[in-house]
């Protein structure tokens, strides 16, 4: 996105206008509710001394597991996995003093892995893992673990939130070394107490601001920071720059409160009011009482909005009513009004808005209540009732014994409203014990390490250097960072690569491509994967990709998704256009996105000004609910920038001739060829003509009229105007 733009461009307000078979899916509601009514009470380690247990076979595809307390339990659950399948959870049905649930069909060779959640004396407790292999006649274990020991699953309550799936456990990838459970996270990341003086937290607010706050020096540097507060409250303002996470450690977002506002405005002179520029910083998991009654989140690209209660007005534009360039709200209340006023495009998903007021091309809402109705393109908003697949980000939290633990939420389906409406997130939780920290210090060697022991990485604000590509293999990995940590592979290596395995889940990271081209940034699942996780799919959530403004990045593809399923839920893929290293043959990228995975969701899409197509989407069953394009700036002249059919230009976004399903909602695409003005787009969307490919709500601008863009999709939509205009295509075909 060019961040000084041309005339002409005004903001309005417009009228605030897997698996499972129906039985267990049934039991999986049941679970969800109870473990709702027991999730403040919390979970401890079990004790060899409590229970017995055994699988027997009452025939060779069926494998009965009995559980036998020494004290009575009032439930007894069940966590398991039948081979590499997806995790089930389920209530045990009792059977006199034992408790039993027989897992059917399971054939003979196959690994059984399976722990329990179950009550003693009131308190809730979580034994060891255990592993049993169909056809070995049967077995009875007194308590001893065949693997580590699975952790504290801290069931939450479903509530009224809807499109839940439930509670459920995520195993550990794996057999990690124990870990701390109140780890040194490093330097860069600072955490506050609700016992320190507000002065005292204020001042070290305001120093790490300063640090981070001027566009010109800022913007492009190594500093990165997070800023996490225990639950209470806080009487202070945070004033967010760049390259800053600021978040709650609650299990929920009212269980930290500002009395104060989280700002992000157009802050420095040099900005002119302009916010078009305010990249790369976050809020989460907290609630705020903002002075005034509006708290202002003026941003740009890679900012999101997470798990925030805001008991008042949010207001998305720059204080000088100057450009925005936004974003990105999910899994929030706002009790008052939400302005977008000047902000050209934004998605809102799964959140509760009092109203909603203004919108200049393209505003989004998925799963949104109190959001507007679906009157694309006048006014420009486009809103679907729910999200069709949805899971919400990981998170640190800390628990009542001041031990940190990272929440895992549940997979959820036709969600609308935050995931905590009911007063709890469901899901499950892991320990600090089975994630590595990385922080300062660390190598890809390292990393690796962690990973191939089966740990979880919990990610610290830096810029890492990878000489080697950091390999996921492992089921049910969870990778998450906070701080905007960075990772650059040099040498050309490719950065990261996640194997097609279920529920691996990537979250708050910034891949940096190097100065030798790298051939992609992040892969999903090799070549060729056709593995189905519907029931635990992967998720990249808050993952971000840059080529150049540092140094002159390379890299052909930012990110490929060959797994199936896999949700892709907040990404800006950015070829730089403003910064160092800047050039049609210095920061040189091919595509932004390719999706060969079928079945894969895409829910906010951010990807610009890559120099071939932008978004390659191949897969079938495709979705996408709000997209946000820029075309490159700067193709020299036309005969550098034509297609493979000799068209001109390349499309922003391409469905693959061989897709027959697809379709899409609320896209935007915009050219300003600056240094070529006579250079042209053909079209700005590409599919194939078949009535199961649709796009809704799509439209193009050329700002400020710098270059044209023909169509809209294929041959269908006006040319571009010069006054800086957009042309809609209400509905395709």
């Given at each position: ?325 936004g974003g990105y709200i999910a899994d929030t209340k706002v009790s008052g009004e939400t302005s977008s006023i000047s ?374 939509g006006a040319v571009t105007a010069s006054n800086t205009t957009p042309s809609n295509v209400v509905n395709y075909p």
């Open positions: 996105m060019r961040r000084t733009f041309p005339p002409g461009r005004t903001g309005h307000r417009s009228r605030l206008h897997r698996r499972p078979v129906a039985l267990l899916a049934a039991f999986a509601l049941v679970l969800a509710g109870l473990l709702g009514l027991i999730g403040t009470i919390g979970s401890a380690s079990a004790d060899a001394s409590d229970y017995t247990q055994s699988v027997s076979e009452p025939s060779s595809t069926q494998a009965k597991v009995t559980f036998t307390p020494t004290s009575p339990a009032t439930y007894v659950i069940i966590h398991y996995q039948v081979g590499a399948g997806g995790q089930q959870n389920v209530q045990m049905a009792a059977s006199g003093s034992s408790w039993t649930y027989t897992v059917s069909p399971i054939s003979a060779g196959t690994v059984l892995t399976y722990s329990f959640t179950y009550t003693k004396n009131g308190p809730q407790y979580d034994s060891s893992q255990y592993t049993y292999t169909q056809g070995s006649g049967g077995s009875t274990s007194a308590g001893t673990s065949s693997g580590t020991s699975s952790g504290t699953s801290t069931g939450t309550s479903t509530g009224t939130t809807t499109g839940s799936t439930g509670g459920s456990t995520t195993p550990p990838p794996g057999n990690c070394p124990t870990q701390s459970d109140t780890p040194n996270f490093g330097s860069n990341v600072h955490i506050y107490d609700p016992s320190m003086s507000a002065a005292t937290i204020q001042s070290q607010l305001d120093a790490q601001f300063n640090q981070q706050k001027d566009t010109a020096t800022a913007q492009f540097s190594n500093n990165r920071v997070a800023q996490l507060f225990k639950p209470g409250t806080y009487n202070v303002n945070d004033n967010v720059g760049f390259y800053t996470s600021v978040a709650g450690l609650g299990q929920n977002p009212d269980d930290v409160t500002f009395n104060g506002n989280i700002t992000v405005d157009a802050f420095n002179a040099s900005d002119a009011g302009n916010a078009t520029q305010n990249f790369w910083r976050s809020a989460e998991n907290l609630a705020i009482n903002p002075g005034g009654g509006s708290d202002r989140w003026a941003v740009a690209q890679a900012a999101p909005f997470r798990r925030i209660d805001v008991h008042g007005n949010l207001q998305l534009y720059p204080a000088s009513y100057g450009y925005a360039s902000q050209q495009q934004w998605y809102t998903r799964d959140s509760n808005l009092g109203s909603w007021a203004g919108g200049v091309w393209n505003m989004v809402f998925s799963g949104v209540n109190g959001a507007p109705g679906n009157t694309f393109p006048n006014p420009p908003e486009t809103t679907l009732a729910t999200t069709p697949v949805s899971r919400d980000v990981p998170y640190l939290y800390v628990d009542s014994s001041g031990k940190y633990r990272v929440f895992l939420p549940s997979l959820r389906t036709n969600a609308s409203g935050p995931s905590w409406a009911g007063g709890s997130t469901p899901g499950s939780s892991l320990p600090m014990s089975q994630f590595y920290v990385v922080k300062a210090g660390d190598t890809a060697a390292t990393i690796n390490n962690a990973l191939s022991q089966g740990c979880n990485l919990f990610v610290t604000p830096g810029v890492y250097h990878l000489n080697q590509t950091l390999n996921v293999t492992k089921a049910n990995t969870t990778i998450l960072g906070i701080g905007y940590p960075t990772l650059i592979p040099d040498n050309g290596v490719n950065a990261m690569q996640v194997a097609d395995v279920d529920g691996v889940r990537l979250k708050g990271l910034l891949f940096d491509a190097g100065t030798t081209n790298s051939q992609a940034l992040l892969t999903v699942g090799p070549s060729g994967s056709s593995a189905s996780h519907a029931a635990n799919p992967t998720t990249i959530q808050d993952v971000f990709f840059r080529i150049g403004g540092q140094v002159a990045g390379k890299a052909t593809n930012s990110l490929i998704v060959n797994s199936s399923n896999a949700i892709i839920d907040h990404i800006w893929a950015w070829r730089a256009d403003h910064g160092s290293g800047v050039g049609w043959t210095s920061n040189t990228a091919d595509n932004g996105l390719t999706v060969n995975g079928n079945n894969v969701l895409a829910t906010g899409l951010f990807v610009e000004h890559y120099q071939k197509y932008e978004v390659v989407w191949n897969g079938q069953g495709g979705k996408t609910i709000f997209f946000q394009n820029e075309n490159p700036y700067d193709p020299p002249n036309q005969a550098a920038w034509k297609n493979p059919a000799g068209q001109n230009g390349y499309a922003a976004y391409k469905v693959g001739a061989n897709v027959t399903t697809h379709e899409a909602w609320g896209l935007g695409s915009y050219c300003y060829f600056n240094v070529n003005p006579a250079v042209n787009n053909y079209h700005a969307f590409e599919v194939p003509n078949v009535s199961g490919v649709k796009f809704h709500s799509a439209l193009t601008v050329s700002l400020g009229g710098v270059g044209t863009i023909t169509h809209v999709i294929n041959d269908t």
